[in-house]
């Protein structure tokens, strides 16, 4: 909190409105109210655009953020209680009465006075925006990420050496195009001491994908493994069969329509669970998927599930993040432009906070209205 001084400022210019209230005038009734709501509200713009030079948060991620746990009392002084005793009485008894009873004075106060309240609060909490922690990412053992359309180059990413690919390789990538399935192999290295499952989120349009597989079919008819029901089945096998062989883990997968083939052999079993989320373009029912998918562990161990931001459309990665702070849950992204470095070099936890949310929440209204 701010010093002493400042509070007690805070608390007397928000005192003055309440006394006049009660000053009795016959001949204007609540003139001396609105007087002093005036100048206790040009007070409170004068400090209000003091702060704010000094602080990037906005009056509206105030309001939105912290003002709701100051009136709640969620501090250690009595500003929480007093902000509420006096929100209290303005909202559910004076403004409405003053309505009722046709008071144009009394109203136009007791305006001027909930406004000053708010920004004479955010003078004086002056925010600032929640600090990166820069908290190591913990290794889990549930990982939940979203695929992105299988374009990369099968002759590349098959071919590669897997220390190539554990450490994205500039080698990998042909005229700077990155290889997106590669942030999936760097993640499931990182972490493979604890993962257990995958859950994989793909769209309709991923899973209807119809490209040219030809060379994943070769690749695994080579290693005796049959080919997909789709074009689609047919090269994330080829990668998973391609992942199976450098993590020397055998894979379970279960695909979206209840199907299960292992590849690889070994021991330490890691499942790969495809989750058909419909349309990445439509938040809710990404959510939906996530929800019927990792509830239950989000529910039991929300410590253990790591939700990986890196691959489809903002929409799902939205999705993604508003259930991980939602269950509490670690999230991640996995830089593309760092080249040959270690999975721990490339690969980052992403600090979530109502902060964050706020920032994701307009990503994602920028994207409902290109869409409308």
Known sequence: ?????????????????????????????YLPFLIASMAVFLVSVILYHRARKRSDVSLET??????IGLILGQVESLMGVLLFILLAGVLTAWLPDSISDGEPLKTAGTILYTLSVLLLTY????????????????????????????????????????????????????????????????AVSYHLPKLERVYLLVSKSI??????????????????????????????????????ECIRRPILVRWSDGRRESLGSGEGVIEFIL???????????????????????????????????????????????????KGDCQAEYTRQDVQDVEPEESLYRV?????????????????????L
């Open 123 to 186: 003078w004086l909490v002056e925010p600032v925006p929640g600090k990166t922690k820069n908290r190591e990412l913990k290794r889990t053992k549930y990982l939940v990420t979203a695929l992105s359309m299988p374009n990369w180059n099968a002759g590349i990413v098959l071919n590669a050496n897997c220390e190539k690919l554990r450490r994205n390789s500039a080698e990998l990538n042909e005229n700077e195009r990155r290889q997106n399935i590669v942030p999936l192999f760097q």
């Open 62 to 67: 105030f309001l939105s953020v912290q003002f």
């Open 207 to 244: 899973l209807e994908w119809g490209g040219n597989v030809s060379f994943e079919e070769d690749y695994l008819k080579e290693r005796g493994i049959n080919t997909g029901r789709s074009p689609f089945e047919t090269k994330f096998k080829a990668f998973l069969t391609k992942l199976s």
């Open 275 to 325: 989750v058909s989320a419909g349309d990445f373009n439509d938040i809710e029912e990404c959510r939906d998927a996530i929800k019927e998918a990792v509830g239950g562990h989000i529910e039991e161990e929300s410590w253990e599930v790591t939700f990986d931001i890196t691959g489809g459309k903002t929409l799902v990665s939205a999705a993604m993040v508003l259930e991980a702070i």
């Open 1 to 29: 909190m701010r010093p002493d001084r400042r509070t007690l400022l805070w608390t007397v210019l928000l005192l003055i409105p309440p006394a006049a209230f009660y000053v009795p005038l016959e001949r204007i009734a």
């Open 351 to 371: 600090d979530l906070d109502v902060h964050s949310l706020k920032d994701l929440l307009n990503e994602v209204a920028r994207n409902l209205n290109r869409r």
